[in-house]
């Protein structure tokens, strides 16, 4: 099974025959290069061209984060499954306002949607978040009704502060307060989980873009320009509630993180090197949890619901199926 390799370490990469080597202060390790997806590194590390290629053969992604979580970039190696009249679609989608607005939606919709989902789980729960409820699916429906992109991305903005508002409901009592979204630099401490936890989900979604025909460089919510990547950010949305959000719920509200595992530095607060770990440990598992998928009728993992979500949206722009975003149940 392919695994997700992080490196906190500084030291070096290397090709050694088949295998990845790592080089650093706790000795070598080697991984057999079939049994790596991809390579997210957040230490110091030196490589060279020929491991480089080495990936680009492999068809294995390398992310780098910046020493306080920041996603920097990728070595997104040669596209192997590119499609060229794929990408003609892709742009197609794109130059024509009413294909575009019609994906665009559908991204708002998937993400007010598991926002909703989110609240809903909570207030269950006992949580007093009836008003926000009701907020939120009044400017969901709003969203259906807008004839334009940046009306659209207005719409999701407000919906994100009136659900940022619902964080303190949340987790009262955990002691580690929220008071409004902040970022560059995250100014508390569940400010940085989220800055982490979004560049996280940013790089999963990124990785399994490459698996596919698409092209990550063009997208319909989050406009197509001097930016590298922009599709990822639209599909990140879906699953950046029931994913990220709801992880940072649990390890907040079940004291697995607290004030002693951030660092102030630079007018900002960051992850310790030692509880970014555990985030990431975390953050995997919660990859590889599964659920029953309602429409395929067999258990599958959240990352595979992610590549199942870009093979829908390939059936949408070559004609074969209406996207429809995915929506959690639970």
Not at 37 to 47: F, K, Q
Not at 219 to 242: M, Q, W
Not at 251 to 258: A, E, H, N, S
């Amino acid at each position: 099974m392919e695994r997700t390799i992080h490196v906190f370490s500084s030291g070096t990469f290397r090709q050694e025959g088949n295998t990845v080597c790592f080089e650093g202060g706790e000795g070598r390790r080697f991984l057999p290069v079939e049994a790596v997806r991809e390579i997210c590194v957040h230490g110091e590390v030196d490589l060279n061209k020929r491991f480089l290629e080495f990936l680009s053969k492999k068809e294995v992604v390398l992310h780098y984060f910046s020493h306080y979580g920041y996603y920097m970039g990728s070595f997104y190696p040669r596209e192997h499954y590119n499609s060229g009249y794929m990408t003609l679609r892709q742009a197609e989608h794109y130059l024509d306002e009413e294909k575009r607005l019609r994906l665009a939606r559908a991204f708002v919709e998937g993400s007010l949607g598991n926002v909703l989902r989110v609240e809903k789980y909570y207030a269950a729960r006992g949580k007093d978040l009836g008003r926000t409820v009701e907020g939120l699916e009044a400017l969901s429906r709003l969203s259906g009704e807008q004839g334009g992109v940046p009306e659209l991305m207005a719409i999701e903005g407000n919906a994100r502060d009136l659900y940022y508002r619902t964080f303190d409901v949340i987790l009262e009592g955990a002691g580690l307060p929220f008071e409004g979204r902040s970022r560059r630099p995250p100014e508390n401490e569940l400010n940085a989980l989220l800055s982490f936890g979004n560049s996280l989900m940013y790089t999963t979604v990124l990785s399994e873009i490459y698996k596919t025909h698409l092209d990550p460089r063009i997208g319909y919510l989050h406009t197509t320009n001097a930016r590298r990547f922009s599709l990822n950010l639209d599909v990140a949305e879906i699953f950046k509630p029931i994913i990220v959000d709801r992880l940072i719920f649990t390890l907040v509200g079940k004291r697995m993180l607290g004030k002693e595992d951030f660092d102030r530095e630079r007018g900002g607060l960051w992850l310790k090197e030692a509880a970014r770990r555990r985030f990431v440990e975390a953050y995997e598992e919660r990859l590889r949890a599964t659920i029953r998928h309602r429409k395929l009728r067999r258990i599958v993992s959240y990352r595979r619901l992610i590549r199942l979500e870009l093979y829908k949206l390939e059936k949408h722009l070559l004609g074969e199926e209406t996207y429809e975003p995915f929506l959690a149940l639970w």
